[in-house]
């Protein structure tokens, strides 16, 4: 122990699950807060990676609050941390069929997400699942995606093996769990079988990522070799991955899902914080992979969360709005999909235009005004509730996680040479969610534009129906070009629609004539 008391640091450290608190030494050497939270096993998310940026590692200093990442801690402070994440991960999926080995014991299927860790428990003998358990990741306070936790492994030098560390902890506790569940030992695990995205998997195994952080981006392995590698005793087994960014869960996917042995070309999308993809089918596919970044899952968002209690999920406008909270409280932040449908409301209603910029309150529709404020560049700050907002660079930061998705795809779609709707067409039947995905498409991308040549169609027709009084002198009327006067003056017609038709008589002619009807 080092013997320079300076270099240490005791804090009190509380949570609002837990009955008493519990003090916390660490050496410092004037680290700030979240990196002693880190050493100490607190999972506080961080979606910037502890740069300061997202304010997600936001907790309480004697009772103030302040972000983790930019406070050094003192002797004797108290620290609470926020309510830990209750939500509930789905996992649930129609299970595969049964396929009995002949083995006695039991045998694990990981899923290593970037933001979510799941664990299935089979039973060999049967071939079905035993048990099951989730967790959010524990990487989650070195950075919400993988580029932040490539980058904290090239900064710090403990960096891989704290990444590695954590997410090893997490899997062996959830899988302690899952064997609990089912009244079995460690020793009756014969095997685990692990698939996740390749930085994913390389970070699990204790391998080097940083050639991912830069072109040609070639990962150590690809994990077509085995690697020696166990867990509670049994063997690991890795999914191999297709490219540095294109992981085994990609492969485990299109096993799963039986495209890879059916003929035509589909298109398998797997979206989260990265969006990996793959078009083809049983001749082989084609396959990439785009930095959505971490907006569908709630993150680098200004109200942004995950799935948790008191995020919204889901946003109706029905004269007035309406929400979805899980777990049925107070809503106190957006998660992905509440995200999504706010968005396509707010384009829909003529909030959000066409371009994606966030209106302020004099420029939007009369009745969406009291929603609104202004930010300090002119743009729109649209108030859900009192404490869950949506700010112009939110709506970007959806923009850019939809445009990452649309490249991709249309980047595989040119590979093959195909058109989407050609790939719709492949089964000779519309897939049930095509509808669903043209209205997205709609409602995000075209509503707006849509809506507001609507509203000049409806000025229109309101002009053209405007009256012109029998005893008008079109002669008294300024800029009313000579022809057009003679025309009207000798046909006398009845509306302003009529007068566009008459021949002679030009657009601004009937522009000119509003403008003297209206004064």
């Known amino acids: 122990m080092d013997n320079n008391t300076n270099n240490w640091k005791e804090f009190t450290l509380g949570n609002p699950q837990e009955e008493q608190p519990r003090r916390v030494a660490k050496r410092s050497k004037r680290k700030p807060l979240l990196a002693l ?22 907790v309480s200093v004697n009772g103030v609050p302040r972000l983790a990442c930019r406070v050094v801690p003192e002797d004797g402070d108290e620290v609470i941390l ?32 970037t933001t979510t860790v ?26 919400a995606d993988v580029i932040s936790r490539i980058q904290y492994t090239r900064e710090q030098p403990d960096g891989l093996s704290a990444l ?26 014969k095997r685990v079988v692990l698939a996740g995205n390749t930085v994913m998997q390389l970070l699990f195994a204790g391998i080097s990522v940083e050639s991912l952080a830069a072109a040609s981006f070639r990962a150590e392995t ?107 409280g107070a809503a106190t932040g957006l998660c992905g999909s509440g995200l999504i449908d706010l968005a396509a409301i707010l384009v829909r209603q003529g909030v959000i235009d066409e371009t994606g910029r966030l209106l302020p309150p004099e420029e939007v529709p009369e009745r969406m005004r009291a929603f609104l404020t202004r930010d300090e560049n002119g743009n729109g700050v649209f108030h859900l509730t009192d404490r869950v907002y949506l700010t112009a660079g939110d709506v970007r930061s959806l923009q850019l996680a ?21 790939l719709c067409a492949l089964e000779g039947r ?44 079109y002669t008294q009327i300024r800029g009313l070009r000579t022809e057009a006067v003679q025309k009207l003056t000798a ?16 657009p601004a002619d009937i522009a000119v004539l509003l403008l003297y009807l209206k004064g």
């Not at 939270?37 to 936001?58: S, V």
């Not at 590695?164 to 695990?189: F, K, M, P, Y």
């Open 164 to 189: 590695s560390g954590c997410i090893r902890a997490q899997v062996e506790s959830l899988l302690t769990q899952a064997l609990a569940q089912t009244n079995r030992e460690a020793r009756e695990l």
């Open 37 to 58: 939270l880190r050493r100490a096993g607190c999972t506080l998310p961080a979606a910037c990676g502890g740069h300061g940026r997202c304010g997600k590692c936001r």
């Open 222 to 328: 690809l994990f077509r070799q085995p690697v020696q590698d166990a867990l509670l005793g049994a063997p690991v087994h890795y999914l191999p991955c297709a490219a540095g960014y294109v992981g085994g869960d990609i492969t485990a996917g299109l096993l799963a899902s039986g495209l890879a042995d059916r003929a035509g070309r589909f298109l398998y999308l797997d979206i989260g914080t990265n969006g990996e993809m793959a078009l083809g089918g049983r001749d082989g596919f084609t396959c990439c992979a785009v930095a959505c970044g971490p907006a569908f899952e709630g993150a680098g968002v200004t109200c942004g969360m995950m799935g948790v209690d008191g995020a919204v999920s889901r946003v109706r406008y029905n004269g007035k709005f309406e929400m979805n909270v899980i777990g049925g």
């Open 491 to 506: 046909l006398r017609p009845e509306t302003v629609g009529r007068a566009s038709r008459v021949s002679g008589v030009s």
């Open 118 to 143: 799941a664990v299935r428990l089979y039973d060999l003998t049967t071939g079905r699942v035993a048990a099951a358990c989730a967790g959010w990741n524990a990487q989650a306070a070195y950075g």
């Open 82 to 113: 926020p309510p830990a994440a209750g939500g509930r991960i789905l996992t649930e999926t129609l299970d595969p069929p049964a396929a009995p080995t002949g083995e006695s014991g039991c045998a694990a299927a990981v899923d290593l997400g």
């Open 402 to 422: 939809k445009a990452a998705v649309a490249a991709g795809v249309q980047v595989l779609l040119a590979q093959q040479g195909i058109t989407l709707a050609e």
């Open 430 to 473: 519309e897939p049930p969610d095509a509808f669903v995905a043209r209205r997205a498409e709609i409602e995000i991308k075209y509503e707006g534009y849509i809506q507001k040549q609507l509203a000049e169609v409806a000025r229109q027709s309101a002009a053209e129906r405007r009256r012109i009084p029998p005893d008008i002198d």
